[in-house]
């Protein structure tokens, strides 16, 4: 069936609420994807920062098959040795006296964020956030989301949200208070561009943190996992800066859906039984993957790798020379090539007919994340794609 027969079954069954994909897929293999006719692509984006080792790595077929075999789901009546072990490893990721709520998605670990922040902070319920920030569709985590056009269909969401510029310390500091629960903020903004914190302002959130009594929320659910050249992005933008909540996802699975909301001290012992909960939120399937996942990126120094081959990556296009890119921002293996022109959407067509997947992320900017598995000879020949893209559109 041709490519253009689905997206009419796509249509007629689905809800309007993504479009209609313009490309459908049928295999990927480490970097690379295939679609339904069988044309190759290099994938620079994977699934939007999400198959962390690419598409079908061994590691994570091995462990899912082997869970999947053995013990596929449990309820959270009980527990189950995938999850324990995932519990722990998070856990100490980020500090001896951190505690996991493991959960299906990003947007669900905000949620969870943002309810522990409440418990924690009975009597205040204030929140802080960032222009541009992007943190969820739900209506919790869109509360806290900096980006007017997403929020305004669905108002009124939660109350009590102060937004600030991102990037702005005197701006968050000022709006920090006594009444302030919390402050969550990306380390780098995704959505908005892969625009990394300027230096000092994730330690004067701190700072304005530790003199109200309010939490600090890093939202690593696009830059954790290893995608940044260190397991969390602020490790790599604000080295020394302790967050109290970190939220993760996308990476974390190789491909399978799982989130987890980390808090340390106080904060980690907020929500009490029956407080919150998940039906599929540490299932042993998904655990299981994650553990490969941070078991590879572990032994096959894929930290190193995302540092050393980021900056190739961001080196190639800038080596490109061509008139549209303004510059490429961005840490490790996570990138976006700033435009001199609002064209980023006829880049990712124009890229997608020369063999390489790349996202429009801004109308001014294109984003890049591939797997951390990727090759350099496969950056190079993504760039090379990319380049006969831009200077299609430019033409």
Known sequence: MSEIDLQGRWQAAFMDNYGTPPLALERGKGAR???VDGTEYVDLYAGIAVSALGHSHPAVV???????ATLAHTSNLVLNLPALRLGERLSALCGPDARVF????????VEAAIKVVRRHHADRVQIVAAEGGFHGRTLGALSVTGQPAKRAPFAPLLPDVTFVPYGDAE????????????????PVLGEAGVIPAPAGYLEAARAACDRTGALLVLDEVQ?????AGAWFSHQVVAPGVAPDIVTLAKGLGGGLPIGACIARGAAGTALQPGDHGTTFGGNPVSCAAALAVLDTIEQ???LDTARVYGDHLADAVAALHDPLVDHVRGVGLWRAVVLTEAVAKE???????HGALVNAVAPDAVRLAPAL????EEIDTGVAALGAALAEVSA
């Open 171 to 186: 701006a968050l500091q000022r709006a920090v208070t006594d009444d302030t629960a919390a402050v969550i903020l990306e």
């Open 373 to 376: 598995v990727i090759s350099r």
């Open 102 to 109: 493991l959960c299906n998605s990003g947007a669900e670990a």
């Open 300 to 302: 096959d120094g894929l």
């Open 33 to 35: 994807v295939w679609d």
């Open 223 to 227: 830059g954790g996992i290893g995608r």
């Open 62 to 68: 091995d462990a899912v098959t082997r869970q999947v």
């Open 347 to 353: 880049v990712e067509a124009a890229a997608r007919q």
